[in-house]
C-alpha cells in the first residue's frame, strides 16, 4: 500500500511572500494494519486542514510500513509542523532526510494524492468521513517526479535503518 499528499484543494496555490522551504523526512508505522486505512484517513481529515491553514502543502507515501513526507510552506512553520510529527506516537524512527529553500513548491496544487509505485498511476484522493476515496487521475509535473521519486526509494527499503 502507498499513500497520499496533503495540499490545498485543487488548482489553488497558497499565497506566500518569501522563499520556500521544503523538508523530506521518512519513518516507520507503528499503525496496526487492520486500522492503518481509517487512521490515516483521520490523519488527513485533520492535516488538511491545519496545512492548509498553514500555508504548507506536501506529499506522503506509506508503503509496506514506512511513510515518506515532503512537506513546501514558510519555513517556521514547516519546522514546527515536523516537531509535532516526531512526537506523534503512530509512528517511529523519524528521520530527516532533506531539507532547505526550493525556487518553487511542487505540490501547491493538490489536496490529496495516493502516491504508487513506480509505473503505477498515481490518484488524488479525497479524505471522508469514511475513510478515502478516489478522486480524478492526474498527471505528475516535472517537478514533482524527482520528489516522488525520493519518496518512493525511502519506502520501498533502500537504505533503511533498523
Not at 4 to 24: C, D, H, K, S
Not at 36 to 54: G, P, Q, W, Y
Not at 75 to 86: A, Y
Request: net charge negative.
Amino acid at each position: 500500500m502507498s499513500k497520499m499528499e496533503t495540499t490545498p484543494e485543487p488548482g489553488v496555490e497558497p499565497a506566500q511572500a518569501g522563499p520556500i522551504y521544503r523538508l523530506i523526512y521518512r519513518s516507520r508505522s507503528c499503525m496496526e494494519a487492520a486500522s492503518a486505512d481509517a487512521e490515516l484517513a483521520r490523519i488527513f481529515n485533520v492535516a488538511r486542514a491545519s496545512n492548509k491553514a498553514a500555508g504548507i502543502t506536501g506529499a506522503l507515501m506509506m508503503n509496506d510500513s514506512w511513510f515518506a513526507q515532503v512537506l513546501e510552506g514558510p519555513e517556521d512553520k514547516v519546522r514546527t509542523l515536523f516537531e509535532h510529527i516526531k512526537a506523534d506516537t503512530r509512528h517511529e524512527a523519524v528521520e530527516l532526510r532533506s531539507q532547505g529553500i526550493v525556487p518553487d513548491r511542487a505540490f501547491g496544487r493538490w489536496a490529496m494524492a495516493e502516491v504508487q509505485d513506480q509505473g503505477e498511476r498515481d490518484l488524488p484522493m479525497l479524505a471522508t468521513a469514511n475513510g478515502l476515496s478516489e478522486g480524478a487521475p492526474w498527471t505528475v509535473t516535472p517537478a514533482q517526479t524527482p520528489v516522488l521519486a525520493e519518496l518512493r526509494l525511502l519506502t520501498r527499503g533502500y537504505g533503511k535503518g533498523a
